[in-house]
């Protein structure tokens, strides 16, 4: 025992030491841990002196806890104050200089100290002289682990061999200890050398102490902290990529977006992609929100991981009501009517892009063991180091009220619910609290937009009654006032693109238009994106596969069509007379929806580029959890599961241990077993010649029975060498379990059934 103390007096100062390494402790002193170490031991000794006193134990708590409580109450501000200054602010206190790196002093840690380190060595102490040291290396791993686990993993390592080795010590000489009690209890004198013992002990701590340093200082040790700040890192890292790598008009040949709008151009002819589909697409690449008046931008950073456990859904009715055909919309006829569902495969070519091309809508995306993120546009983007993407298959709900194309709403039922000049109170209401706060952004107008172009918008919309009136005008005009061109020239610098379209160039490419429609609808009171993609023509392969060019890369507008349901409709102004393969051909589009149940169920992902706001956090110390706190919160959570899987463990090993028994011929491991059982309600069935005399304690006349029969079949197998006859070893099984249960409460039975 003495042995045992030593070396767990060392293991307290080696820990205490590590603490005054890694946390910068001023003037520590190792005679204040000495004296609180002693405490522990003489606090287990105490309550070992009790514990075979237990009444006098319960007499004393059952009258020392309502003094307590009632002292608490009186003390109440006292004990607050007592807190709020040994405890609060030291601790306040000790965070800060964890963060600052700076040094603190040993007065702010005493407190902690008084109050922690006598029981955690009481404990130790406790469990170590009831042979369980392997949970005595775990209180003490516990402070250990929570000082790496903080990043303190370089400070560390010059502990590491000196802890590997006294664990191996403490643990050799605390099972040493344990089988000589072992021993002794059952009468069994040992001659063992201890010198030549100790010798080997210290020698293969040695050894395995060194190569385990050997190991760390070759291959270094990380913490979890690391590990995780690494991690965190390496996302960054992946998402700057896929970022830089998501697909814009400049991919296919366009002027980039980002440098400046418009411009010649000259598109090729390559394909693209490859789509499995029955009908030509929108496909959707890219959403962006923000115009400057020369480029588009998005801003929003937010992205989420698409997974099994947040797919894409149709929560919302008003999608539903907007997505069904108007019978079932403008009627309860068909409630539960279900929404259509199409797929389409798409196969990349020779294109270089994170995107993963999709129609709207979609709510699925099925690529070969890839991560997948997607924005608040739903644009999905491939998360990996690498633009390389297998095919893919996207599945998306179909409308069957056509609202993806605007065009389509002229013979339908449906409108815009809202209207930007209303000046009834409950529409102004409904525009100014839902629509212009949820979709600011999508209303957003640069200050050098010039004053035509304002009068020009203006003239338009005039007279017009609803916002979808607006929209249909703003459409009839571009179409029939600009024709579509490649044959542009550059836009002058400084020059506001929209306004040198408008008044100067006169003509141009789908750039131009979905610039134009964007801005348009904007100023009119519509929310409204400029969004990149693809418009497949239909044209098809040889395997029966819609070929897509970089030729048909395009441009276009979608406005706001249902702010409840998030339903977008796509405004095409390109002109219908245009000719040529760069025309896109109109198609039924499929839109995105946005419930907030989406953005709110996900992980946010980021970029770390200097310029980029994004919150891709895996952060854990917010508010009250600092690194400080942080073991004391996770690693509980650790040894939990820890405990979990060992009782599962020892519960399949129980389980075989029944089996073996009952299958056994021979009785006498079913004897050892239930003598060893016994001895957990202090009943010992003694070796040698006494067991019949020890069964007859057992008030149970028929476990007592069956234990009479069992040990006489025993000794007719041990001293006659007869085979055992037919024996109940199922009955002797629940007569001994339920004898065992009726003595012991529930968490002790199962303590002792399964550890014992």
Do not use: W
């Given at each position: 025992?003495?042995?045992?103390?030593?070396?767990?007096?060392?293991?307290?100062?080696?820990?205490?030491?590590?603490?005054?390494?890694?946390?910068?402790?001023?003037?520590?002193?190792?005679?204040?841990?000495?004296?609180?170490?002693?405490?522990?031991?003489?606090?287990?000794?105490?309550?070992?002196?009790?514990?075979?006193?237990?009444?006098?134990?319960?007499a004393g708590l059952y009258i020392a806890l309502p003094l307590l409580i009632t002292a608490a109450y009186c003390k109440y501000e006292f004990l607050l104050d007592f807190f709020q200054i040994y405890y609060a602010d030291n601790f306040n206190l000790i965070n800060r200089s964890i963060y600052t790196t700076s040094p603190v002093g040993f007065a702010a840690f005493l407190p902690f100290f008084i109050l922690l380190l006598p029981l955690a060595v009481a404990f130790a102490a406790a469990f170590a002289g009831q042979g369980r040291g392997e949970i005595t290396l775990g209180i003490l791993f516990f402070f250990m682990f929570s000082l790496w686990n903080n990043g303190f993993d370089r400070a560390l390592s010059r502990?590491?061999?000196?802890?590997?080795?006294?664990?191996?010590?403490?643990?050799?000489?605390?099972?040493?200890?344990?089988?000589?009690?072992?021993h002794r209890d059952s009468g069994i004198k040992l001659e063992?050398?201890?010198?030549?013992?100790?010798?080997?002990?210290?020698?293969?701590?040695?050894?395995?102490?060194?190569?385990?340093?050997?190991?760390?200082?070759s291959f270094g040790v990380k913490s979890i902290f690391q590990l995780r700040k690494d991690y965190e890192l390496d996302q960054r890292r992946i998402m700057k990529y896929a970022m830089d790598s998501i697909y814009g008009l400049s991919s296919s040949g366009y002027r980039t977006s980002d440098t400046g709008l418009g411009g010649p151009i000259q598109l090729s002819k390559v394909e693209a992609l490859k789509v499995k589909?029955?009908?030509?697409?929108?496909?959707?690449?890219?959403?962006k929100d923000h115009y400057d008046g020369f480029t588009w931008k998005q801003t929003s950073d937010a992205h989420w991981e698409l997974g099994k456990n947040n797919p894409l859904k149709v929560t919302s009715e008003h999608i539903r009501f907007m997505l069904l055909d108007p019978a079932a919309a403008f009627s309860n006829a068909k409630p539960g009517q279900h929404l259509v569902?199409?797929?389409?495969?798409?196969?990349?070519q020779a294109l270089l892009t994170s995107t993963l091309f999709a129609p709207s809508h979609t709510f699925e995306i099925q690529a070969k063991r890839e991560k997948i993120i997607y924005d608040d546009s739903n644009i999905f983007i491939l998360f990996k180091k690498s633009t390389?993407?297998?095919?893919?298959?996207?599945?998306?709900?179909?409308?069957?009220?056509?609202?993806?194309?605007?065009?389509?709403?002229?013979?339908?039922?449906?409108?815009?619910?809202?209207?930007?000049?209303s000046t009834e109170p409950s529409k102004k209401w409904y525009y100014d609290e839902v629509v212009r706060k949820k979709y600011a952004r999508y209303l957003q107008l640069p200050p050098n937009l010039s004053q035509r172009t304002y009068r020009l918008v203006q003239s338009i919309v005039r007279d017009c009654r609803t916002s979808k009136e607006k929209v249909a005008r703003i459409q009839q005009y571009l179409s029939a006032h600009y024709p579509y061109s490649l044959t542009v020239s550059h836009v002058p610098p400084q020059q506001e693109f929209l306004d040198y379209f408008l008044f100067s160039e006169k003509k141009g490419y789908c750039t131009y238009f979905a610039t134009a429609t964007t801005v348009f609808c904007r100023m009119a009171g519509i929310p409204a994106r400029y969004v990149e993609g693809f418009n497949m023509k239909d044209v098809k392969d040889a395997k029966g596969l819609y070929s897509v060019t970089n030729d048909r890369a395009h441009a276009w507008t979608e406005i706001l069509l249902s702010p409840e349901s998030g339903i977008w409709s796509i405004v095409d102004c390109v002109p219908e007379g245009a000719e040529g393969e760069l025309l896109p051909a109109p198609t039924p589009y499929r839109d995105k929806f946005a419930d907030a149940y989406y953005q709110n169920a996900n992980i946010p992902a980021s970029s770390d580029s200097p310029e980029s706001n994004t919150t891709y956090s895996f952060n854990l110390f917010k508010g009250v959890w600092s690194r400080l706190a942080y073991p004391l919160a996770a690693l509980p959570l650790l040894l939990a599961g820890a405990a979990v899987l060992i009782v599962l463990y020892r519960l399949y090993r129980l389980s075989r241990t029944k089996k073996r028994l009952l299958g056994q011929q021979s009785l006498i491991p079913l004897c050892r077993y239930t003598a060893a059982r016994l001895k957990s309600v202090h009943l010992s069935l003694p070796v040698g010649a006494c067991e019949l005399e020890a069964v007859q304690q057992i008030e149970d006349t028929c476990l007592r029975d069956s234990l009479e029969l069992l040990i006489r079949a025993c000794y007719q197998e041990a001293y006659g060498g007869l085979t055992p006859g037919p024996f109940d070893r199922i009955k002797l099984f629940d007569l001994l379990e339920a004898y065992i249960r009726k003595r012991q409460r529930f968490l002790y039975y199962w303590y002792f059934r399964l550890f014992f």
């Open positions: 025992m003495v042995l045992q103390y030593m070396l767990l007096y060392a293991y307290v100062l080696l820990i205490c030491h590590a603490m005054q390494t890694c946390y910068l402790i001023e003037g520590f002193s190792y005679a204040v841990i000495s004296v609180l170490f002693l405490a522990g031991i003489l606090l287990c000794h105490a309550a070992g002196m009790l514990r075979n006193r237990i009444q006098l134990l319960r502990h590491i061999f000196f802890f590997v080795m006294l664990s191996i010590l403490f643990f050799a000489v605390n099972q040493y200890l344990r089988l000589d009690r072992m063992i050398d201890k010198r030549k013992i100790t010798r080997y002990g210290i020698i293969m701590a040695l050894i395995i102490a060194s190569t385990v340093m050997a190991f760390t200082r589909s029955d009908r030509p697409l929108y496909l959707r690449g890219n959403v569902v199409n797929k389409a495969v798409i196969y990349p390389r993407i297998d095919d893919y298959e996207v599945r998306y709900y179909q409308s069957e009220t056509g609202v993806e194309l605007f065009a389509n709403l002229y013979d339908l039922p449906l409108g815009i619910p809202y209207d930007a000049d």
